[in-house]
């Protein structure tokens, strides 16, 4: 399986997961490492968006493609399962502490979360810490450009 990153090229190559681990995010707290995918390049573009200020256009940002094993263990958050207002920023504890267990419990090397932004899509997240975590490879790496048009306020 193909999932899709877009970060800011100095971390393009990195699988640790410490970016994630430093700030949290919606899956984690800090101390946590995660490394965010998503199914699609089009729901990484929208994941950013939701992150930076209108009229700011991001720069310096490459698209990676990593190949997740066909065998992985995987888990599936079902949106079912999560409470009322699980999308909302700031990030949930709820949902924190969701990804947390799955990370201790360290049995996934895979956990399929609904998207907050996307209603319908899925991003997937890696436990760099899982026994199979050697068997994530980054397959491409690209610059990437952001169509100034998604960041332009409605002034501009």
Known sequence: ?????????????????????????????????????????????????????????????????????????????KESELPAGWQQFPHREETRKTGNSLIMQNKYLVIRAPSAVVIGDYNYLVNPRHKDSYQVRIIRVEPFNFDNRLFRSAAG
């Open 1 to 77: 399986m193909i999932v899709y990153r877009l970060c800011k090229s100095r971390y393009s190559h990195d699988l640790t997961g410490s970016g994630a681990e430093n700030t949290g995010g919606r899956w984690n707290s800090k101390g946590f490492p995660m490394i965010y995918t998503s199914e699609s390049r089009s729901l990484c573009v929208t994941e950013i968006a939701m992150h930076i200020p209108l009229g700011i256009l991001p720069s310096d940002y490459e698209l990676v493609s990593i190949e997740l094993p066909l065998n992985m263990h995987l888990h599936k958050i």
